[in-house]
């Protein structure tokens, strides 16, 4: 199969992406002519085809950022978070852009989406008239919904206790969510106690740790800052330790 260059793939479909991407402030990350010679290979090899723009499109949106970053001015630590341009419900169930990560490491900057996907800088920072651009070995692909996401971070007694509480599979078409997931080791610990709750008691306690309406990184959780969560509008405090 011929792959094209992003440049190819991109000119062929400038209509549906390239005029936003070019207004002002937007930050291309670019995937590498080889990048695309590894697509074969990747999680996107029954997916990509550049003939289907209802499938290319969102996928290229989603190598697109909200605003710019420099990446010469990024600190070692937590990783920032940017929104793209991808809102296609195909893809993202949150409003205002699926977003990205970007972790600086001693050596390279990579992009992400956390379970794997990630692409490494190889030539940064370059400049063009709307803002900027990081050309990258890989092709992204924008993150799973939440039932994967949970199985793959490895929280599966919690989903298991959003199946039990009927809270799932609804939960996974709902936009703008932020989900505070504890770990199989903290479920274990009270599994005796949630065993004995009703379906509503049990609803009550699962829905304690999502909250509505809002896309939360790790930053956003100041001390003392409240949330209300979907269990009858019960609301959340965060705690800062140390």
Do not use: C
Not at 76 to 90: F, M, R
Not at 139 to 160: C, D, E, R, W, Y
């Amino acid at each position: 199969m011929q792959l094209p260059s992003y440049k190819g793939v991109t000119v062929h479909l400038s209509h549906n992406i390239l005029s936003p991407a070019f207004a002002n402030s937007r930050q291309i990350v670019a995937p590498s002519d080889y990048a695309f010679t590894q697509i074969p290979y990747s999680a996107l090899s029954n997916i990509w085809n550049p003939e289907h723009k209802n499938t290319t499109v969102p996928l290229l949106q989603y190598h697109i950022l909200q605003g710019t970053i420099n990446t010469g001015d990024l600190k070692a630590g937590p990783a920032y978070v940017k929104p793209t341009l991808l809102k296609d419900p195909t893809w993202a169930n949150v409003t205002n852009g699926q977003n990205i990560l970007i972790t600086k490491q001693p050596d390279v900057v990579v992009f992400s989406t956390r379970l794997g996907s990630r692409a490494t800088v190889v030539n940064n920072d370059i400049e063009f008239e709307g803002g900027l651009i990081q050309i990258v070995d890989s092709v992204l692909v924008p993150p799973s919904g939440i039932g994967q996401v949970l199985t793959a971070s490895q929280v599966q007694s919690f989903l298991g206790g959003l199946y039990d509480s009927k809270i799932m599979p609804a939960l996974d078409d709902v936009k703008d969510i932020t989900v505070f997931a504890p770990r199989d080791q903290a479920m274990e610990a009270i599994g005796g106690t949630l065993a004995k709750m009703s379906l509503s008691q049990l609803a009550e306690v699962m829905g304690y740790h999502i909250v509505r309406g809002k896309v939360l990184v790790s930053t956003d959780l100041r001390n003392a800052k409240s949330l209300k969560t979907i269990s009858q509008g019960k609301r959340l405090q965060i705690r800062q330790i140390g």
